[in-house]
């Protein structure tokens, strides 16, 4: 293993105070996590010197990967002029413009913070807009940490329920129970289970919420019969769509809904759209939108937030966004593309029991014979989750950063070579494991 003296040295520092010894659940360990020095494009370099290719991209949020200079030097530029205004600036008009211009769906937008601040949002506009209390949402999708949002994500096997009626397990014990009875969990992909449980709730939901493409579920894309479906039967008992494209508006320049021919009533988005500073936002149809609007009254639905819209992310995002233009986007697909193809090449080559799922910048490789329909099927078993971590472990020994069962990605400061390194690493990995491959 590569050494990690310094790393270890801050683990110990930051258990004195956090629980858990780091502020997020979501980081990486394997025991100890590695503490970053700095970023650089493609690369990050550890506090004991060690460089690394990074396909975390803090989650999927850096798509030009690390120090992405004119986000840089734009916002170095702002910062004289001050961070943060009780006055709104030019800055968020900038960027709004930029999004409305490229996503079918967007008419109208407002920014908030975080990913799980624009989820929250934008099932309250649904519940504010049609007067219902209750959404629909996919099994195991990920959402971020808003209660409805996060109800029927987690859990054991055992607590799911039977494929036909799976339960809004409450993601933590002191939920209100009140919550489960509030969200209807779907399966990815299952059209007949979505139209008959939409239907049977349908007076009480204000919406279904969609990832496109859920990274917990597999990162599999949606058929198209089951898109129509729940486009169907939402418009057929006025229930609204919501695409979570928090992570997946990374998927083409005009967003995720749009590549898989989803026409939501509302997005929720966030990650690439701040440039690497904290972001979210809901956006869509005008008519949808028009519960934030306060000007003749009470807005049914109030939204602030001391740093929202604040100029950093509004400037940082619409630098990183411009320059991601069609070309740009073109391009990632092409490395996506390249990266999926040499990894089921070597599994082919190897006859492993691997496979390969994603699209544009976007991939995960599973420890499984076929590809997994959904989260239940994802879900690994304790084998799956033990080759997972022996190649993540293996892929860091290497040198680069491999998430640990969810989504890794690209970002446009990668080469050809870079994704040869992803490549040959996955090779070498089948190459020196055979003994964990599972029949
Ligand atoms: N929705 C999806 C699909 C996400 O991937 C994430 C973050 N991984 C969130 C919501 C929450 O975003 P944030 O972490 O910015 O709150």
Not at 31 to 54: I, K, N, S
Not at 249 to 263: F, P
Not at 297 to 304: D, F, P, Y
């Amino acid at each position: 293993a590569l050494p990690n003296v310094q790393s270890e040295r801050l683990f110990a520092r930051g258990h004195g105070v956090f629980p858990d010894g780091t502020t997020r659940a979501t980081i990486e360990r394997d025991p100890t996590p590695r503490y970053v020095q700095r970023g650089e494009g493609a690369y990050l370099v550890d506090v004991d010197g060690q460089r690394f290719l990074d396909l975390n991209n803090n989650f999927t949020t850096l798509i030009h990967g690390h120090g992405y200079a004119p986000v840089m030097d734009a916002v170095a530029r702002l910062l004289r002029d001050g961070t943060c205004f009780s006055n709104p600036t030019v800055h968020e008009i900038d960027l709004a413009e930029l999004l409305i211009d490229r996503i079918p769906s967007v008419e109208q937008i407002r920014f908030v913070n975080t990913g799980t601040e624009a989820v929250m949002f934008a099932i309250k506009a649904a519940r504010a807009f049609t007067g219902r209390p209750c959404i629909a949402k996919i099994e195991g999708a990920y959402h971020g940490s808003y209660d409805w949002a996060e109800a029927g994500q987690g859990g054991t096997p055992s607590t799911w329920g039977s494929p036909d009626a799976p339960v809004a397990v409450p993601a933590y014990a002191g939920t209100p129970g009140s919550v489960a009875d509030e969200v209807v969990i779907l399966r990815f992909n299952d059209t007949e289970g979505a139209r008959r449980r939409i239907a049977a709730a349908a007076d009480r939901l204000a919406c279904i919420l969609l990832d496109p493409m859920p990274s917990r579920g597999g990162l599999i894309p949606p058929n198209p019969d089951f898109v129509a479906a729940v486009i169907e039967t939402a418009r057929h008992y006025g229930i609204l769509v919501v695409c979570d494209e928090v992570l997946n508006l990374r998927q083409s320049y005009r967003g995720a809904s749009s590549r898989y021919g989803i026409e939501p009533d509302l997005i929720a988005t966030g990650k690439i759209i701040g440039g690497g500073f904290p972001i979210g936002a809901i956006g869509g149809s005008r008519d949808v939108m028009s519960v934030f609007d306060g000007s003749t009254g009470r807005a049914k639905l109030a939204q602030g937030g001391t740093f929202s819209a604040n100029p950093v992310s509004m400037v940082a995002g619409r630098v990183s966004m411009a320059a991601m233009t069609e070309a740009a986007f073109a391009r990632l697909d092409v490395l996506g593309d390249r990266l999926r193809a040499a990894l089921t090449a070597a599994i082919e080559r190897r006859q492993a029991h691997y496979v390969v799922s994603g699209t544009a910048s976007l991939f995960r490789i599973h420890p499984k014979q076929t590809l997994p329909r959904d989260y239940r099927d994802a879900y690994p078993s304790s084998d799956e989750a033990a080759l997972m971590k022996a190649m993540t472990r293996f892929f860091r020994n290497e040198g680069v950063i491999l998430p640990d069962g969810a989504a890794a990605c690209l970002s446009t400061a990668m080469t050809d070579a870079d994704i040869d390194k992803i490549a040959n690493t996955f090779d070498r990995f089948l190459a020196a494991a055979p003994v964990l491959e599972k029949e």
